[in-house]
């Protein structure tokens, strides 16, 4: 029982059979289910910290199982993979806690929490997979395991939501699938190495790689949420706040940005790329989605929707900080992979608070909210003010890299702009909220007050979850240069995919 | 080639051919039952002209086996074609 | 080892046989043989992956002169599924004909059904496979109809019609070519074959047979109605296991026994064919208003797919391609034999349950009948090819083909053909989500509930992952 | 015979055969085309005793020409209009009709186009020359399969496997017919003549049918042709408005049926066991073994087909009273007597007591 073998296994086994068991649980039985959820979450947690050590010190992770001649399952760790395992491991736990207090005495949560295990299953076994055909594999069961997430209210709009996220996410992965077939048809299994393989195929390949690598990106694109095929996103938001926490800070979004990077980086090799022309196509669509983004992201009243916008801008970061050529805008675009999903996890928590205790849903309604819910608009202001980009938060991290990277890679001309503007945009509106949260006077009474306020502000499960990720935000920002920080490990995947 | 082959398996071809358009055709269940059969008549027709080696020489055993086959295999799905037709006109009367 | 070729030939009829003469014991009977069928299908399987192909001349006659029955890896698998698909079926019927009397009816032509399955999938004799052809169209019209209602007779009816004309062709072509090389062995054929007038007549002649009694595209119109209406266990067999047979041999003609005829535009005929039942299948099954409607247009659908195989396999050379193209070929139609059954069979457990199929008032019953939902949606993930199940490899391969022969057309059909399957599979699967009260236990019926789950989940996830045996089997040929 | 006169009788035997084909599907009347299709089964017969296949032509002239328009005709004893609706409806307005005409008339010319190919294979099938491998074969292993008539031999020795499964068609029909319902009622009672013809005719059947059961060994015969003539006796009892048509009920019935799929089966399994191959019958007991498989099989063919013309579960428990019932009716007046031996039937059933 080879130990290296089975630890990938078992981090995605950690989440797949408590979610399995969940499923055949009576839905009476909610103690069974949260001891569960928990101790699949803690496990995890254990495993991965593991699975970071000996990553750290050279260690190889590999699991491989053959599903038919030439097409082998294979599950590898390296410094990418286990980032983005670490950043979904430790959100899932805050999302577990949060999800068991938003739901309290609601129907269907066997069956809700079944799947939400099987999401975080497939999420980490997308972040280990080792070859491009593990990966399809896990893109395409992780569309299975949330659209009956965001389709579980049953409502016509639910319906709808989750009618229209399939058609997108299954048309996406099916253009995964064609450029997959063609690239294992022309140059055999695509396995993830740093630095790519493809760059020595010999020449007359060129444009069917060219057209493969277009076909991918779209198929990816759906799920990070490039500009024409974002359409989805903001529809998705008719699910209940833990989905969306999830769904557009760690599981579906971040699947298909870990997917362009991966395709650009330990497929193509971003050198060959820039030879192919196709960094400068995926860095103009970036930028088209952040600024894009931005702006919708303006007019919504509604809150939720709001967040949605801003996702679909801030994901295209690291699909930007991809497309720039050099090891500082690789840092800068993997880094704020992670940062983005913590801010962006807060955002939704708190978001979820305000419907849940006040039945808050538009923006116009948070007159004065701060009064009455201080601890939770603190964070929400945190987490805020860390997408605009303001020191000491995490998210200026990111933006930091990104400049300086485009600097060095001498694409400064357009990428500054870019940021600049995006970040003029992203306090237009997020500032506006923090003004009415603080200081303007609240409205006579809350349109739907759920829970009276008694020592704390709302239920302790929906309150600790926001202040947890708002800290990790604030800490992220703060202790960046602290050894196994972000930002020390994105330098170091940086490192091995330049071989500094 | 002897003449008295080819002459009963062309014949046999023709009624195939009668058979098959007429099952094609059919206007009534029992026109279609009808044509079936004769296109299997048809097809045995062929079958046993292969088997004739002339008036001196025995003939082949192994078409007659397999026309006395066929022709109970017919019968029986015959039989059964018939009695679902007459269960459905019991449906139909006192239906 | 051999003998369990007899024996699966054997043990199905003897069990026939003693239904028929001892009613009051017939269920037990009906268990017991089943699961030895099943047993000896394992055991088959295990002997010719040790052994290579088996050969058992019957009577003691070499091939010439007697009948052999022989089984290579192609026809080993195909008669484990057979196994697996009417074990689940016999549990679920004995639970679904809740009447003695239909009971009794039921079992000897079950059994027979079975019989003829595996003979015709064991046959290596031309004349042996029209009347092991003739015993399963005649099993399947009989049970069929043995619900009774009007609709399901007069869809009998025309099925048994559709299946004379077809049997009818093929014993033309047997004829002929009984005429022209004066031998029935496939294995002897095989050899003597070569193209010239009578081996295109004889092969257009039973390919058209097979093809009626497959029901591909042009030729489907009986199929819908015949599988719509009939009990949900004998659909189930029917849509999984009885059509797929008819396919198996114009696979084995086209393949094997007239590969040295087979020009690529023949191919790509059926290929077109193949294209076209994809296309219809899928628009029509999204048009259903019935479930089982669906399901049966479903059929046609991924029958379509198979077909879409044969260009493919006649342009790429004999080597490790054309064996990958071989193995995805197979493990399609093994995931949609058992994904189609489980579906069946869990339409039934919801027809008997809330008295209809109509999908618009599935809301309901959805809710009431977790476990069934959860195999529907298992089945739903098989046919439409996503992974983890043994479909995906299937299309895997059926892309991976079309690239590499450069014949896109295929591609684009296949791709269109599974989003229109995920868009019929999971227009039904939304009214799971509606919000009637909840019964608190995930398995209400467990009997009726239990072999559905099963089908379905070893098609949707056990094909997907434990594949590989399917590609090492197929390398083991006559 | 020389063979100018040979070669004139095959045409005129050939063009009849042909015609009668042709003439009874394209008959309107339905009844008229069943009559017309048993007399070509008869014409058929001859032409296969003429290329010297006795075996086949008693098989046909039984089966295919007696039974099976046997069959049809109880089939079109209903009023015609209710076997067509289960067809195309009438045709009632003017632009379906040439579309019905266009549709005829591009079927027939495929038809004609599938018969052209159909024959071309043929004949240069036939020019592939005389294959006399396999006859050879089975002359050499004749007398080790046990019985001198070849066809018997590759009946039930060489292709004995094809038998099997063709016994289990035959069973599968049966049940498929008591499955779908009740028999038909029964016809009325036989007049003076016809009993007195029965009183001779069924016991010659019967006693027919047990000498081509035995000669079948030897001479053309067997248990196919044995077990259409013992049918042909029970068609005769039904027709006489006999209810106690020789078939059994209840387990008996079902014992009969399965008798041909059971003995064969028997017998292949206990030589499996004994080390031998399935069906592989030991020379000394071989013609032992077929003549008892043969006798099985012949009663279960003769018990489908009188139950197929029977046309469903025979009622037994409803046997007693109607039996009086019909009594009392023939004491009330004597039906019309109907001359038996025509090989037709005319169908006189009562329709104010919807016997039909």
């Known amino acids: 029982m080879n130990w290296n073998t089975w630890l990938p296994v078992l981090v995605v086994a950690s989440s797949l059979l408590p979610g399995l068991i969940i499923f055949f649980l009576r839905e009476g039985s909610h103690r069974l289910r949260t001891v569960l959820n928990m101790a699949g979450a803690v496990l995890k947690l254990a495993l991965v910290g593991q699975l970071i050590w000996g990553v750290f010190h050279e260690q190889v992770y590999e699991s491989r199982w053959t599903l038919a001649p030439g097409l082998d399952l294979v599950l590898h760790a390296d410094t990418l993979s286990v980032l983005f395992v670490a950043l979904s491991t430790v959100l899932w736990l805050v999302t577990t806690v949060y999800a068991i207090g938003y739901l309290e005495n609601s129907p269907h949560r066997s069956r809700f929490f079944g799947f939400f295990s099987l999401c975080v299953s497939a999420t980490v076994g997308l972040a280990l997979a080792g070859n491009l055909f593990t990966f399809v594999i896990f893109y395409e069961l992780l569309t299975l395991a949330t659209y009956p997430l965001v389709a579980h209210r049953g409502t016509p709009e639910a319906m709808r939501g989750a009618r229209i996220y399939l058609t997108y996410t299954l048309g996406g992965g099916m253009l995964l699938l064609i450029g997959t077939v063609w690239l294992h048809v022309l140059a055999g299994p695509a396995v993830f190495v740093e630095g790519g393989t493809l760059h020595r195929l010999p020449e007359q390949y060129h444009p069917q790689l060219k057209m493969i690598f277009l076909l991918l990106i779209a198929g990816l694109g759906v799920k990070a949420a490039l500009v024409p095929l974002h359409g989805w996103l903001p529809q998705a938001m008719v699910a209940p706040a833990p989905v969306s926490a999830l769904l557009h800070a760690v599981a579906v979004v971040k699947a298909g940005a870990f997917g362009i990077v991966r395709v650009v980086y330990d497929v193509y090799g971003v050198n060959f790329t820039d030879q192919l022309g196709l960094l400068g196509i995926l860095g103009v669509v970036a930028a088209v989605t952040i600024i894009y983004g931005s702006v919708r992201a303006l007019y919504q009243d509604n809150l939720k929707k709001r967040l949605a916008w801003s996702t679909v801008s801030q994901v295209s970061y690291i699909a930007l900080g991809t497309a720039i050529l050099g090891p500082v805008g690789t840092v800068g675009g993997i880094v704020h992979l992670v940062h983005q999903g913590i801010m962006k996890i807060t955002l939704f928590f708190t978001a979820g608070n305000y419907a849940e205790t006040l039945g808050i849903h538009k923006v116009s309604e948070m007159n004065g909210v701060g009064r009455r819910m201080p601890a939770t608009t603190l964070a929400f202001t945190v987490a805020a003010l860390g997408m605009i980009g303001i020191p000491p938060v995490a998210g200026f991290v990111s933006k930091w890299y990104l400049g300086l990277g485009a600097l060095e890679a001498g694409m400064a001309a357009w990428v500054m702009p870019v940021l600049l503007a995006s970040s003029v945009l992203n306090a237009a509106y997020f500032l506006p909220i923090l003004h009415r949260a603080w200081f303007r006077d609240p409205a006579p009474a809350w349109p739907a007050e759920h829970l009276p306020a008694a020592r704390l502000e709302t239920h302790a499960a929906l309150l600790w979850p926001p202040v947890v990720t708002a800290t990790l935000a604030l800490a992220a920002g703060l202790l960046a240069a602290a050894p196994y920080s972000p930002l020390e490990w994105a330098s170091l995947i940086a490192q091995r995919e330049y071989g500094l | 080639m002897l003449t008295a082959q080819w002459l009963y398996g062309l014949a046999g071809c023709l009624v195939t051919g009668i058979g098959l358009g007429n099952a094609l055709l059919g206007s009534s269940l029992l026109k279609r039952v009808l044509a079936i059969n004769v296109m299997g008549a048809g097809v045995f027709m062929m079958l046993i002209a292969v088997a004739y080696r002339g008036p001196d020489l025995a003939p082949d055993p192994v078409p007659h086996a397999l026309v006395l086959t066929g022709i109970v295999v017919a019968v029986s799905a015959t039989a059964l074609a018939l009695a679902l037709a007459r269960r459905l006109d019991r449906e139909q009367d006192d239906g | ?478 | ?356």
């Not at chain 3, 089984?71 to 698909?85: C, K």
């Not at chain 3, 034999?337 to 199929?357: P, S, T, Y």
């Not at chain 4, 020359?129 to 070849?150: K, T």
């Not at chain 4, 042709?225 to 068609?235: C, D, I, K």
């Open chain 3, 1 to 478: 080892m051999a003998d369990t070729l007899v024996w699966l030939v054997a043990l199905p009829l003897t069990g026939a046989v003693a239904t028929l003469l001892l009613p009051r014991q017939a269920n037990m009977i009906a268990i017991g043989s089943a699961v030895a069928t099943a047993v000896t299908a394992g055991v088959l399987v295990h002997a010719v992956s040790a052994q290579g192909a088996l050969h058992y001349a019957i009577g003691g006659w070499h091939a010439g002169l007697g009948i052999a029955l022989r089984a290579d890896g192609l026809s080993a698998l195909l008669l484990l599924m057979t196994a697996l698909v009417m074990l689940a079926a016999t549990t679920y019927a004995g639970a679904y004909f809740s009447s003695a009397g239909q009971r009794r009816q039921l079992w000897p032509l079950w059994l027979l059904l079975w019989t003829s399955l595996n003979a015709l999938l064991l046959a290596g004799d031309l004349f042996n496979l029209y009347v092991t052809l003739e015993l399963l169209g005649l099993s399947a019209v009989a049970l069929a109809c043995l619900g009774g209602k009007t609709a399901a007779i007069r869809a009998a009816l025309r099925y048994l019609l559709v299946g004379l004309l077809g049997s009818m062709m093929f014993l033309a072509g047997v004829s002929l070519i009984y005429a022209g090389y004066g031998t029935l062995d496939m294995a002897m054929l095989t050899a003597a074959v070569g193209p010239g007038p009578v081996a295109w007549t004889a092969l257009a002649l039973m390919t058209a047979g097979l093809l009626l009694k497959a029901a591909l595209f042009p030729l489907h119109f009986w199929l819908p109605p015949a599988h719509a209406s009939a009990p949900a266990p004998v659909s189930a067999v029917l849509s999984a296991l009885v059509v797929k047979a008819a396919f198996y041999l114009v696979l084995r003609l086209w393949l094997e026994v007239f590969a040295a005829v087979i020009t690529p535009a023949a191919a790509s005929l059926l290929g077109a064919l193949g294209a076209g039942a994809v296309l219809w299948g899928s628009w029509q099954a999204l048009q259903a208003e019935r479930l089982k409607l669906l399901a049966a247009y479903s059929t046609v659908a991924q029958l379509g797919y198979l077909f879409l195989f044969f260009p493919l396999l006649q342009a790429l050379p004999h080597g490790p391609a054309r064996d990958l193209a071989a193995g995805g070929l197979v493990i399609l139609a093994l995931t949609h034999g058992l994904a189609k059954a489980g579906l069946f069979l869990a339409i039934g457990v919801i027809q008997q349950r809330a008295g209809h199929d109509t999908i618009r008032e599935l809301g309901g019953t959805a809710q009431q009948l977790p476990a069934t939902t959860f195999a529907i949606a298992l089945a739903g993930v098989a046919l439409i090819g996503l992974p983890p199940s043994g479909a995906f490899l299937g299309k895997w391969q059926l892309l991976a083909g079309a690239v590499t022969t450069g014949q896109w057309l295929w591609l684009v059909i296949t791709v269109i053909g599974s989003l229109l399957a995920a868009a019929y599979i999971f227009r039904v699967l939304g009214h799971a989500f509606g919000h009637q009260p909840y019964p608190g236990r995930p398995v209400t019926v467990a009997r009726e509930e239990w072999p559905a789950l099963l089908l379905a989940a070893s098609a949707a996830v056990l094909l997907g992952l434990a594949g590989l045996p399917v590609w090492g089997l197929m390398e083991i040929r006559l």
């Open chain 4, 1 to 356: 015979m020389n063979s100018t006169t040979l070669l004139a009788f095959d045409a005129l035997l050939l063009i009849s055969t042909v015609s009668l084909a042709w003439a009874s599907l394209a008959s309107s009347d339905e009844r008229r085309g069943v009559i017309l299709f048993m007399a070509f089964g008869l014409l058929l017969a001859m032409a296969w005793s003429r290329l010297q296949a006795p075996d086949v032509a008693l098989a046909e002239a039984a089966i295919g020409a007696g039974l099976s328009g046997a069959l049809l005709l109880s089939a079109v004893r209903r009023e015609p209009v209710g076997l067509s609706r289960t067809g195309a409806e009438p045709v009632q307005n003017h632009e379906k009709t040439d579309y019905r005409m266009t549709l005829r008339w591009t079927v027939t010319l495929l038809c004609a186009a599938f018969t052209a190919t159909l024959g071309w294979a043929y004949l240069s099938a036939l020019s592939f020359g005389p294959h006399d491998g396999l006859p050879r074969a089975i002359a050499a292993n004749l007398e080790a399969s046990g019985v001198s008539n070849p066809v018997t031999a590759v009946l039930l020795n060489f292709r004995a496997w094809d038998t099997l499964l063709e016994l289990a068609v035959l069973l599968t029909a049966a049940l498929g017919i008591l499955a779908l319902g009740k028999e038909s009622p029964a016809y009325q009672p036989a007049g003076v003549v016809f009993e007195g013809l029965i009183r001779w005719l069924v016991p010659l059947l019967i006693l027919t049918a047990g000498y081509l059961l035995w000669v079948g060994a030897h001479a053309p015969g067997g248990a196919f042709q044995a077990g259409a003539t013992l049918a042909a006796a029970g068609v005769v009892l039904r027709l006489a408005g006999r209810h106690r048509i020789g078939l059994p009920a209840g387990i008996r019935l079902r014992v009969l049926m399965a008798a041909g799929v059971g003995v064969f089966l028997l017998v292949g399994l206990v030589l499996m066991l004994a080390g031998r191959s399935f069906l592989g019958y030991p020379p000394a007991l071989a013609s032992l073994l077929i003549l008892v498989i043969e006798t099985a099989a012949m009663l279960a063919i003769a018990a489908t087909l009188v139950l197929a013309f029977a046309g469903g579960r025979p009622q037994t428990d409803v046997l007693a009273n109607t039996a009086v019932k019909l009594e009392a009716s023939t004491a009330s007046g004597p039906g019309p007597a109907r001359p038996a031996g025509s090989g037709g039937t005319s169908n006189d059933c009562i329709p104010e007591k919807k016997a039909c």
